[in-house]
């Protein structure tokens, strides 16, 4: 199929788009990697009168560390961000997670603010970014401001970024020495969307796991905490917080899996990623790099 016709515009700055944003209203769309809105397009099921093109704004692409903070920006390719030493060594979580984003192609043409803006339940980024607790730098006509993940994810692909406002950069808490952290999904191909799948972190203290952080993907309308589970695996019961999984998640039935089903793979994947973490605290007793 072939999209709707529209009208294309390149914006040269952050203010550009804004601008743009502005005068076309609810018929603009801004067009980061493409690897969402482009399927979309194609098969009509989104039309948008203006497609607002960010790739010429070089502000929006990098990776820092910065204020104790890991600060991507908006256009930095997942490939870039898979490759980078700052990610790695501070963000390991999402060094972790980016090799189950789509396949080579895709990670070479997506971009980590366009997997974040567009929200899909069954991505791994938004999953880890609610895990990691970090905050959306949403820039808008009054200037910036600051998002946290836990109130970022309104609802199926709904998220805070206004109409009139744009997605700039994300900021992910830099990991410490007691950082501990744990990454799987289910997939039933390698580079599809999970049926399930968990990012998690904490903080290791002496043998336990503290400030735990559990965030389900492909199992609700948005990246879903497991807040009850996060307690009960805090207290060192894992098969409790597994249990509480019943109370923490209701996932819909899809065509990958039933709920029974994604809910089952939720507690294989609690004991796997828990597994994980505790791993890494072992081998920072014994002195080896967790």
Known sequence: MKPAPFAYAKARSVEDALRLLREHGEGARLLAGGQSLIATLNMRLSSPAILIDLNEIAALSGIALRDGDVVIGAMTRHAEVQQSDIVASHAPLV??????????????RGTIGGSIAFADPAAELPACLLALGGRVEIAGATGTRMV???????GLYETAVGADEVLTAIRLPAATPASRFGFLEFPRRHGDYAMAGLAATARADGASLKDVRLAYFGVGMTPVRARKAEAALAGGDVEAAVTALVSDLDPPDDIQASGAVKRHLAGVLLRRVTAQMDARIESAHDGGKA
């Open 95 to 108: 060094a972790a997670a980016m090799p189950h984003v789509g396949h080579a192609a895709i990670r070479n």
């Open 148 to 154: 946290a993940a836990d109130d970022y994810f309104r």
